[in-house]
């Protein structure tokens, strides 16, 4: 495992440590809303916040932050389950919802209003954005505020009890309407939503607001740092004044990081929902997608994904990452650990003259060429052959490195072979080359003669038939959410994915491994997917290609 970066937020922990300010366990939690599948962004909070558990050898929850309960499910939940696990994290004790948290946060609501701090408002949804000013210009009261504390409690009751409509009233926080914080211009707490709830069913028609929640949640679960993305420090003052006002069980401490952006990208659950209902990609878990489900399809590895979260680092300025260094992150690990294989990807028959027809020799080549503890794999090597169209050139620019007419070339872990004759079809497209093998080549370089590089190939005859989805970016545009004339799904790249049939790889590659993408020498990375399979077709994606254009 690779070593972790210090960051900001240890080191401030580490400092209050040091001064006594705090003692005991450190308790983080990552509070995903379950309403879409988890993207790169997810991944850099919850490397945050299960690595500073770990570093401190505290504990990491997993909260599903679940108030907007028509906006989410339990497929939502299952995923985002699956994808934590599926990194590497495991989170302390069972799976925590701020659902549970229901019954609490109704009764620290009721503490609030007898304390005078809440009330309830009938103030239309559009009389309230009048009210509540802007930056330049001070709240006014509503004329609600200072309705006693009997009739609010009364109120409060009859709209848990549903006696009111969906918006008929809210409850609001009685802070400051003049307050240059706008978080804090008497908040909402509490709206009426006649909404099934998956956890709670219908058992509520009033839901606490995510600033209500998400405090109660923390303390109720005596998290000691709640870790959260920079566009929450405006709101610290509410969650500190919840906490202040309450008597809840502990008053965790907020630190707010940068929310990391990849260029070429978007991270936005409600943007990546938009591309999969709208159909520009197949599903949540598409290879193109920036979903962690989407990058584990693609051939991503944890370890990768975690590399990469290292890489971008953790700190309070915001700014763009290169989805260049993420590409180098999986190019790094596959690197090292990929198996290796053929697979010609537009074969072109070749014909070994004066190689016997019913014979086969079996190669056996390394599965990686620096790690001899990953073993062998063997390689059929027969009359037919096919190489990639590519590979092959009638007439070759100079410092050609492939196959030509009486031009000898390597071929990948077998012998060297010279091109003696061109078959074409009549309408002459080349279907076929006539060549001649040197059977005293196999591992050894020829006498008298040079052989012009070095290509891959399979048998003709023994190699197996497969689909490629070749992916490539999503996005065009470097920063596709950017653009206000245009929707972000205008700058979607058309190529984006260039399916390619009947592809011929190497017979090994019949029942392939799926825990990790292969090197296809010469190709890239390319993963094996599964559910694709399924239909009796053998489909792989690729990953990434093998060149790295990041930190050059
Ligand atoms: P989205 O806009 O994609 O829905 P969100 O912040 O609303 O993102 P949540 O489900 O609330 O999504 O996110 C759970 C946690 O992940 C939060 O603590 C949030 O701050 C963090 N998070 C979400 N997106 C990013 C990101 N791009 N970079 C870092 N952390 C993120
Ligand atoms: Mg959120
Ligand atoms: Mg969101």
Same mark, same amino acid.
């Given at each position: ?404 007419? !009486?031009? *000898?070339?390597?071929?990948? &872990?077998?012998? #060297? ?6 078959? $074409? /079809?009549?309408? %002459? +497209? ?98 094996? !997917?599964? *559910?694709?399979?399924?239909? &009796?077709?053998? #489909? ?6 093998? $060149? /790295?254009?990041? %930190? +050059?």
């Amino acid at each position: 495992q690779s070593k972790k970066a210090h960051n900001f937020i240890q080191s401030l922990i580490e400092d209050a440590i040091a001064k006594g300010e705090h003692t005991g366990k450190v308790v983080t939690r990552f509070p995903p809303e379950p309403n879409g599948y988890l993207h790169i962004g997810h991944a850099k909070s919850i490397c945050l916040n299960f690595g500073i558990a770990e570093t401190f050898g505290g504990e990491c929850n997993l909260r599903f932050d679940d108030t907007n309960p028509e906006k989410e499910n339990q497929e939502y939940i299952d995923a985002i389950k699956r994808d934590v696990s599926w990194l590497g994290y495991e989170w302390a004790g069972d799976v925590r919802y701020a659902s549970d948290y229901f019954d609490a946060i109704y009764d620290f609501a009721v503490e609030l209003i007898e304390k005078g701090k809440a009330y309830v408002c009938a103030l239309t949804a559009e009389e309230m954005s009048e009210y509540r000013g802007s930056l330049r210009e001070p709240g006014k009261n509503s004329p609600y505020r200072d309705r006693p504390v009997a009739e609010n409690l009364q109120l409060f009751r009859d709209m848990r009890d549903g006696k009111f409509a969906n918006g008929e009233l809210v409850l609001r926080a009685k802070i400051d309407m003049a307050s240059p914080n706008i978080n804090l211009r008497d908040p909402i707490l509490y709206r009426i939503r006649y909404a099934s709830h998956h956890q709670t069913g219908d058992k509520w028609c009033i839901y606490p607001m995510y600033d209500f929640t998400h405090p109660i949640s923390d303390a109720m679960e005596g998290i000691t740092h709640s870790l959260c993305t920079l566009e929450f420090e405006d709101h610290r003052p509410l969650y500190d004044w919840v906490l202040e006002n309450i008597s809840g069980p502990c008053h965790p401490r907020q630190i707010e990081f940068a929310r990391l952006n990849l260029n070429y990208t978007v991270t936005s659950k409600r943007k990546l929902k938009r591309l999969v209902d709208e159909g520009f990609v197949d599903s949540w878990d598409d290879p193109r997608m920036p979903t962690i489900s989407g990058m584990r399809r693609r051939g991503y590895t944890p370890e990768s994904i975690r590399t990469f979260c290292d890489m971008v680092g953790v700190n309070k300025a915001g700014g763009t990452v290169d989805v260049g260094m993420l590409e180098h992150a999986i190019r790094e690990d596959l690197n090292t650990r990929a198996p290796r294989a053929m697979c010609v990807m537009r074969p072109l028959k070749v014909t070994l003259t004066n190689y016997p027809e019913d014979k086969t020799e079996t190669l056996e080549l390394p599965v990686h060429p620096q790690d001899p503890t990953m073993g062998a794999r063997e390689v059929p090597w027969t009359r037919e052959l096919y190489i990639d169209r590519e590979d092959f050139v009638e007439e070759p620019p100079r410092k050609w490195k492939r196959l030509a007419p !009486d031009q *000898a070339v390597r071929l990948r &872990g077998g012998y #060297v072979m010279t091109c003696r004759q061109i078959i $074409r /079809d009549d309408s %002459g +497209q080349i279907v076929e080359l006539k060549c001649e093998y040197d059977p005293a080549t196999l591992g050894v370089n020829p006498e008298g003669y040079k052989p012009n590089g070095v290509i891959h190939w399979v048998s003709a005859t023994d190699s197996v038939e497969a689909d490629i989805n070749v992916y490539d970016r999503l996005f065009l545009h470097e920063n596709p959410d950017s653009d206000r004339e245009r929707d972000f799904t205008d700058h979607l790249n058309p190529e984006s994915l260039v399916r390619l049939e009947k592809v011929r790889a190497e017979k090994s590659l019949g029942h392939p491994r799926a825990d990790l993408p292969y090197q296809f020498e010469r190709e890239g990375y390319f993963f094996f !997917d599964e *559910a694709a399979s399924e239909s &009796g077709r053998l #489909v792989f994606n690729r990953t990434v290609t093998l $060149r /790295d254009s990041w %930190g +050059q």
